[in-house]
């Protein structure tokens, strides 16, 4: 069974409209949780992390907001879209800041 | 700032041959992981080492915090290896921070 799920698979979202972007860990307690982004063709980079419900670190401004609502489930989300929010979405979890594994990722076209 | 230098950006071997590849860090990193990136452009975990060498199969990656590097050893290349590999160091207090490299492209040629 798969421990990471992301939605949505992918998404197309015009320039000023908002998104919303989740991630749900599955059989693990308490994990630490990750938010990465990749433009096309540029390297992966962290932009958030949490290690508790209600808490969360930002790394990478990009005109992004997260939050962890619960235990389980982190989002990525902004009022409005920017055309360089482009790219390729990655979700991640650990536990006690050990190795990282990732969900499958969320491609996101602005248009 | 902290940074991951990562070579080469492209690799062509031949089948049954190998290479390295190799990351280093501009400051002491906490780990180290690698990775390779499946069709879908997520990431599959190859190995996490905070110190030493590890190997599996025929892959074998190797950690020096102190000299500020790490590599993965390919041998023995065969035409399913192609593709995109990430080398990612854990670094600051909480050790929840990752800053990839650039990846490498491995093509294997019959």
């Known amino acids: 069974a798969q421990t990471i799920h992301q939605w949505p698979v992918a998404e197309i979202k015009a320039v000023g409209s908002p998104l919303s972007l989740g991630c749900t860990i599955k059989?693990?307690?308490?994990?630490?949780l990750y938010w990465y982004w990749q433009a096309t063709g540029g390297t992966l980079q962290q932009l958030f992390y949490?290690?508790?419900?209600?808490?969360v670190e930002s790394v990478v401004q990009l005109n992004l907001s997260a939050s962890r609502p619960k235990d389980d489930q982190f989002i990525l989300s902004t009022e409005k879209l920017l055309l360089s929010h482009s790219g390729f979405y990655l979700c991640?979890?650990?536990?006690?800041?050990?190795?990282?594994?990732f969900g499958p990722g969320t491609r996101l076209t602005v248009l | 700032g902290d940074q991951v230098e990562q070579s080469p950006s492209a690799l062509s071997l031949h089948e049954g041959t190998g290479s390295a590849l190799r990351c280093n860090f501009t400051?002491?990193?906490?780990?180290v992981q690698w990775f390779r990136k499946n069709s879908r452009g997520s990431l599959i975990n190859l190995f996490y080492l905070a110190s030493g060498t590890k190997e599996n199969g025929r892959l074998k990656s190797a950690f020096d915090s102190k000299e500020r590097y790490s590599t993965l050893h390919i041998r023995d290349a065969q035409l399913e290896d192609s593709g995109t590999y990430f080398c990612?160091?854990?670094?600051?207090?909480?050790?929840?921070?990752?800053?990839f490299g650039i990846g490498t492209l491995l093509s294997v040629k019959p």
């Open positions: 949490s290690i508790t419900v209600g808490q």
């Open positions: 400051t002491t990193m906490r780990a």
């Open positions: 991640a979890w650990s536990l006690r800041a050990v190795e990282q594994y």
């Open positions: 059989g693990k307690s308490s994990p630490n």
């Open positions: 990612a160091a854990l670094y600051g207090s909480s050790g929840n921070k990752l800053i």
